[in-house]
C-alpha cells in the first residue's frame, strides 16, 4: 500500500544512547517532515526536508540530526538521547516543492520512543 | 511562534449526538486542515480547506474556512463510535510555509 513508512514502531533507549528513525514514501513527495507529539501539544515540528539535498531546522530541532538519504527516505538521528526526547515521533511527507504547496501532508503510524 | 487554539480540549458525547468543535489563531491564514488521529497511529487527513467562507463536507463530516481566515470549524453529525479519536487543525499561513498544528480535541462517544 502506499504511504509513509516508520521503523521501528517502538523503542526503549538508556539516557545517553544514539539511535536513528527510518522514514520511507513512495508517494513521490518532494517534502519530507518530523514531528515529534507530546500530550496536549499537537505536533511540533523537528525538521524537514523541502527536497532532496536539502534540510532545515524546525520549531524544535535541538538534540536532533537528519538525513535526506533520498527522494524516499528521510532519517531521524538522536546522537545522544535524553529524558526529555520521550514522545511520540510522526514522519510525513507532502509533494511539496514544485507541486501545489498548500497541499496536506501524509502521516505514517509514528514510533514511540522512551528514554529512561 | 504561531500559535492555533482548539475548543474544546475533551469532550464526552452520546452516539447520534452532533459535535462541533473550532480552531482559532491570532493570524490570518490561506489554508486549514482537519485530521483525525486514532489510537495508535498517525494523524489522517479529513479535510482541506483553501478559501475564506468555504464549507465542505466528507460524509458526516462538515468544515468550514471562517470568514475571518482566523478560524475554522469542524461538525460531526450524528456519532458513532468510531468517531472516536484526537481531532486536529492544522493551518498554513502563505503557501510554501510549514503547516502549524493545534493541540487537538479528544472525542469520546459513549453508547
Not at chain 2, 59 to 78: E, H, M, P, V
Amino acid at each position: 500500500n502506499a504511504g509513509v513508512t516508520q521503523t521501528p514502531k517502538f523503542q526503549v533507549l538508556k539516557t545517553g544512547q544514539s539511535m536513528t528513525l527510518q522514514c520511507a514514501q513512495d508517494m513521490n513527495h518532494n517534502s519530507m517532515y518530523w514531528y515529534r507529539q507530546d500530550p496536549g501539544m499537537g505536533l511540533r515540528l523537528i525538521y524537514y526536508s523541502a527536497s532532496e539535498g536539502t534540510t532545515d531546522k524546525g520549531e524544535v530541532p535541538n538534540g536532533y540530526n537528519v538525513s535526506r538519504l533520498n527522494k524516499r527516505e528521510f532519517s531521524l538521528r538522536l546522537e545522544s538521547a535524553a529524558p526529555s526526547q520521550t514522545s511520540v515521533y510522526f514522519c510525513a511527507s507532502q509533494t511539496g516543492v514544485g507541486g501545489a504547496v498548500n497541499q496536506p501532508q501524509h502521516f505514517g503510524d509514528g514510533t514511540r520512543l522512551s528514554i529512561l | 511562534g504561531q500559535q492555533l487554539n482548539q475548543s474544546p480540549q475533551s469532550m464526552f458525547i452520546q452516539e447520534g449526538e452532533d459535535v462541533s468543535m473550532n480552531c482559532t489563531s491570532s493570524s490570518i491564514f490561506n489554508t486549514w486542515l482537519w485530521y483525525k488521529q486514532d489510537p495508535g497511529e498517525g494523524p489522517v487527513l479529513l479535510i482541506a480547506l483553501y478559501k475564506a467562507g468555504e464549507l465542505t463536507s466528507n460524509g458526516r463530516l462538515t468544515a468550514q474556512f471562517g470568514i475571518t481566515r482566523k478560524d475554522s470549524f469542524l461538525n460531526i453529525s450524528a456519532s458513532i463510535p468510531s468517531d472516536v479519536g484526537i481531532y486536529f487543525c492544522a493551518g498554513q499561513r502563505n503557501y510554501g510555509q510549514n503547516f502549524v498544528f493545534g493541540p487537538g480535541t479528544r472525542l469520546s462517544v459513549l453508547p
